[in-house]
């Protein structure tokens, strides 16, 4: 079943001879529960488009459907309605609340909803992140794994259509970001999550089930590795 088709996406920074084209024209669908990598040099135009995918930033022309919301159709605070429920977003430098714990954190995109927690989800998804033991504590108190998988969780915590991350062990060394990397296979796996990662880490890429190449904005490879 497709949870996302990207059409015709191009976004241009800036008017006239210092005009800048980040995204030039691309297009693509993926499957539920499929984990993508998306790779490319510095500046090719990655991180606008996973910014874009997750609504954070508008296109210049193009549309995005997820899970068949056309989401630029949306106005302001309908979006960011969606993007609350619908996508989870994780970062490089994990963007937690620095005065919340880290169960308000996770908890975060519900209490801004006003939902209900369900307990028994909390419960599974702290001890899968191995956080049972850090619940009081504030971000500042944890190291930079623990942190991030803390983002990790209030990306879950809505159980959303997607998850996106952008370079989500970039900041952090080679034994945390191993384990960073395992979580989020763990959540595509056993949540069934479709998961797209922006990363310059081929051992990470190699990981997914597709990795799509981009070069100047556009895509110049889109390779099925496993199905």
């Known amino acids: ?11 241009i920074y800036g008017k006239g001879e210092t005009a800048v084209k980040a995204l030039n024209d691309v297009s693509f669908s993926v499957e539920k529960g499929q984990f993508v990598a998306i790779i490319g040099p510095s500046g090719s135009g990655k991180s606008t488009l996973l910014h874009i995918i997750g609504g ?21 605070t309908k979006l960011a309605i969606f993007r609350r429920r619908q996508i989870g977003l ?16 996770i908890l975060l995109p519900l209490l801004l909803d006003g939902r209900k927690i369900d307990s028994g989800y909390l419960d599974e998804i702290l001890k899968t992140l191995n956080l049972k033991d850090r619940l009081e504590h504030l971000p500042n108190q944890l190291s930079g794994g623990q942190q991030q998988r803390v983002s990790i969780g209030r990306a879950l915590i809505n159980n959303p259509a997607l998850v996106l991350a952008d370079e989500p062990t970039g900041n952090l060394d080679s034994k945390s970001g191993s384990e960073i990397l395992s979580l989020l296979k763990l959540s595509n796996k056993k949540y069934n999550q479709t998961l797209i990662v922006i990363t310059h880490d081929e051992r990470i890429a190699m990981q997914a089930d597709r990795i799509i190449s981009i070069e100047d904005g556009r895509i110049c490879k889109d390779e099925v590795i496993r199905s």
């Open 90 to 105: 994780i970062y490089q430098f994990y963007n937690l609340i620095p005065v919340l714990n880290v169960r308000e954190n």
């Open 1 to 11: 079943m497709e949870i996302l088709r990207v059409e015709n996406i191009s976004k």
């Open 56 to 76: 954070v930033d508008r296109p210049t022309s193009g549309k995005v459907y997820v899970d068949n919301t056309d989401i630029f159709q949306l106005d302001e």
